[in-house]
């Protein structure tokens, strides 16, 4: 039997049953097109995870977890479409204008408000980050008020920029670079003050440096931050022995927070302290509660639950507090030695390397700002060789009081040698004209001269090993740093290494007032290292003092002038007036004055004593708290006979001996 729709098709005329047929055939596609096309809507969704890892990667969306925590005004402006373009645009407009007329509050306020309406133009947090270090601290009076300034500015990339757009080199670099300039440099009239602030802000974090006889142990002391548990609450959970310290603190109003690390950066220092000079303090309520918190806080049961606690604090505010990861400090400390971070320097080599890392195969990476931001690793190394070994004292309530001293820092040479090969090949590793074993077309001039500076250092400092370090480096310039005409070594590392680092300073001695303005410094800088408890320091400077002395008296023999005007004061003479002179510097902490007194070899102390006795009492007095001059500048023995015998001249080649080391 026929098919009803075959019936009615064959009776239908052909151009009718065509159109019917094409009908039915529109609707199959239509059918099939709309299960494609549901189709592909389900695999489309298989993709959407991927492209949104994609998507904050590339910092094209803001990432959920940055805005965790956070004020909603950021998220809530970046929704507001095409207005948040023409804001952005008319904000601009007025910035040029009152940059213009140098009102840089304000500018500043609608620079925030950039901030916020395009979290994701890095552009925009530096210009508002250099207004505030730049701009607006040079407007303030007051060594405060430039510091707050100088923070903000600093707190701004680090603590918001950087949590948006934590891919951005530039942004790196513009931080290295403050944290370098602005407080590391010495452009800035208060820049002394930022030191000082920075270096009394970081140790209430850290406490004060550990008493270690290697790097590896003050590695070691910091890997316990690194990998302390990141929430103190964390600890508490799984350490029952650390809850029931934290009860003990309660007893004496101690709170395991930052007050616990303010009161253990006051008042765990090892070295020698004001109270070992004090005069007597009669006992009250408030101290006595003082005497029971160090109590135990240093009782040998507790150390080790008390060390674990304030580890787990400092790992907490190092990320919390200033977006720094203990694990990355840790991995620095590892590749180039036993950094501070109390100094400037090595935050500027933390957000540089930092920048380096995070940034490396990015396809839109700025070439020039990435090789920028690697110099700062090669400038942090650079200033902690020359001025890396901080000593301080710090006043943490006052912290622009603080005493801070800078000084050299050899042992970061080798690890600088070694930054400028690694990272000039990781730079110019496959451009035709890099030469291996240098640092690069772009990095070898800074790498040689680097270099020669840290040869002198060494070769000044003296000691076997400082001497063979410093041979080495002679050898290495000598073989890569050519003359770039002929190719051939340059003469001047013909010569043999002691006249190549010597001539300047033989060159200096050549009249009395160079000579004696120059052998005098040493001798200071040989007092600055007892005051400081670097024997070995203070021994390489008066020798080196010494041979200045003997160099420019040799020929002095045969002066004609009845005076002897050209001749130098005995050595000895001139150590005991630079002690008196560096004794009455009002910049040097008064415990290193003391420190200094007590290791003096006691023929400098007797010449001295009667000039200095009256400033000794006055300057205890004036201490706070005041000490006892009989404690802290104990008169030497034997002053009596040493005044009716007290010869009249010393002869330079007298010993002098600097007491034990220690």
């Known amino acids: 039997m026929?098919?009803?729709?075959?019936?009615?098709?064959?009776?239908?005329?052909?151009?009718?049953?065509?159109?019917?047929?094409?009908?039915?055939g529109e609707r199959y596609i239509q059918v099939t097109t709309v299960l494609i096309a549901v189709l592909c809507v389900a695999a489309s969704s298989l993709f959407v995870a991927p492209i949104d890892t994609i998507r904050m990667e590339k910092q094209l969306t803001l990432d959920p977890e940055a805005t965790h925590g956070l004020p909603p005004d950021i998220s809530l402006l970046t929704k507001t479409g095409t207005f948040r373009a023409l804001a952005i645009d008319f904000l601009f407009m007025r910035l040029e204008r009152l940059k213009e007329e140098n009102k840089y509050y304000e500018l500043n306020k609608l620079s925030m408000m950039i901030c916020k309406l395009a979290p994701r133009f890095p552009s925009v947090w530096k210009y508002a980050a250099w207004n505030m270090a730049y701009n607006i601290s040079v407007t303030q009076y007051t060594p405060q008020?430039?510091?707050?300034?100088?923070?903000?500015?600093?707190?701004?990339?680090?603590?918001?920029?950087?949590?948006?757009?934590?891919?951005?080199?530039?942004?790196?670099?513009?931080?290295?670079?403050?944290?370098?300039?602005?407080?590391?440099?010495?452009?800035?009239?208060?820049?002394?003050?930022?030191?000082?602030?920075?270096?009394?802000?970081?140790?209430?974090?850290?406490?004060?440096?550990?008493?270690?006889?290697?790097?590896?142990?003050?590695?070691?002391?910091?890997?316990?931050?690194?990998?302390?548990?990141?929430?103190?609450?964390?600890?508490?959970?799984?350490?029952?022995?650390?809850?029931?310290?934290?009860?003990?603190?309660a007893t004496l109003q101690l709170t395991p927070d930052k007050m616990l690390l303010?009161?253990?950066?006051?008042?765990?220092?090892?070295?020698?302290?004001?109270?070992?000079?004090?005069?007597?303090?009669?006992?009250?309520?408030?101290?006595?509660?003082?005497?029971?918190?160090i109590e135990l806080l240093t009782h040998s049961d507790y150390v080790d639950v008390r060390d674990r606690i304030l580890a787990c604090l400092r790992h907490q505010t190092l990320r919390d507090d200033y977006n720094m990861d203990p694990q990355w400090m840790?991995?620095?400390?590892?590749?180039?030695?036993?950094?501070?971070?109390?100094?400037?320097?090595?935050?500027?080599?933390?957000?540089?390397?930092r920048g380096d890392m995070v940034t490396k195969g990015q396809l839109d990476l700025d070439e020039n700002d990435s090789m920028n931001t690697v110099r700062y690793i090669f400038f942090g190394l650079k200033y902690t060789i020359k001025r890396g070994k901080l000593i301080l004292e710090p006043n943490f309530d006052d912290p622009k009081r603080s005493y801070l001293e800078l000084l050299p820092d050899s042992r970061f040479i080798e690890h600088l040698h070694q930054t400028y090969l690694r990272l000039g090949k990781e730079q110019f590793g496959a451009d035709p004209r890099f030469i291996e074993g240098t640092a690069g077309p772009s990095y070898s001039v800074g790498h040689f001269t680097d270099l020669e500076d840290g040869i002198r250092q060494l070769y000044t400092e003296g000691g076997s090993q400082n001497v063979a370090q410093a041979s080495g480096y002679y050898a290495y310039l000598r073989e890569y740093n050519?003359?770039?005409d002929t190719g051939l070594v340059q003469p001047r590392f013909l010569q043999p290494l002691e006249q190549f680092v010597m001539r300047e300073f033989w060159s200096e001695l050549s009249s009395f007032k160079r000579a004696n303005a120059l052998i005098g410094a040493w001798v200071?800088?040989?007092?600055?290292?007892?005051?400081?408890?670097?024997?070995?320091?203070?021994?390489?400077?008066?020798?080196?003092?010494?041979?200045?002395?003997?160099?420019?008296?040799?020929?002095?023999?045969?002066?004609?002038?009845?005076?002897?005007?050209?001749?130098?004061?005995?050595?000895?003479?001139?150590?005991?007036d630079a002690l008196v002179q560096f004794m009455q510097q009002p910049s040097v902490f008064i415990l290193h004055k003391a420190r200094l007194w007590n290791r003096l070899e006691m023929p400098t102390k007797r010449a001295a004593y009667d000039k200095l006795a009256p400033y000794f009492t006055d300057l205890c007095a004036a201490a706070e708290p005041a000490m006892n001059p009989d404690k802290a500048f104990p008169g030497p023995p034997e002053m009596e006979e040493f005044r009716r015998t007290r010869p009249n001249d010393f002869g330079p080649d007298e010993s002098i001996d600097h007491g034990e080391k220690g």
């Open 2 to 24: 026929r098919n009803p729709r075959e019936v009615v098709d064959h009776q239908l005329p052909e151009y009718l049953a065509s159109r019917e047929s094409a009908k039915r």
């Open 145 to 249: 008020g430039r510091w707050y300034w100088v923070r903000k500015g600093i707190n701004l990339i680090r603590n918001q920029g950087l949590r948006f757009n934590d891919k951005s080199v530039g942004l790196y670099l513009e931080l290295a670079w403050m944290f370098w300039h602005k407080v590391g440099d010495f452009m800035d009239d208060h820049h002394w003050t930022y030191k000082r602030e920075l270096a009394v802000e970081m140790e209430r974090v850290l406490g004060p440096p550990p008493v270690a006889l290697n790097d590896e142990e003050i590695v070691n002391h910091f890997a316990a931050v690194a990998h302390a548990p990141a929430q103190l609450s964390a600890l508490l959970a799984e350490d029952p022995e650390a809850m029931h310290f934290v009860e003990r603190l």
């Open 262 to 293: 303010d009161f253990a950066a006051r008042h765990l220092r090892s070295e020698l302290r004001t109270r070992d000079f004090l005069a007597e303090i009669p006992p009250d309520a408030e101290r006595t509660l003082h005497e029971a918190r």
């Open 330 to 353: 840790l991995q620095l400390m590892k590749d180039y030695g036993p950094l501070d971070w109390r100094l400037p320097y090595m935050h500027a080599l933390y957000w540089s390397s």
């Open 482 to 484: 050519r003359d770039s």
């Open 524 to 576: 200071l800088r040989s007092l600055k290292h007892l005051s400081l408890g670097e024997v070995d320091q203070a021994i390489a400077s008066m020798e080196r003092a010494k041979q200045g002395w003997h160099y420019y008296m040799e020929d002095k023999g045969t002066d004609p002038g009845k005076t002897k005007r050209r001749h130098l004061a005995p050595l000895r003479d001139m150590r005991a």
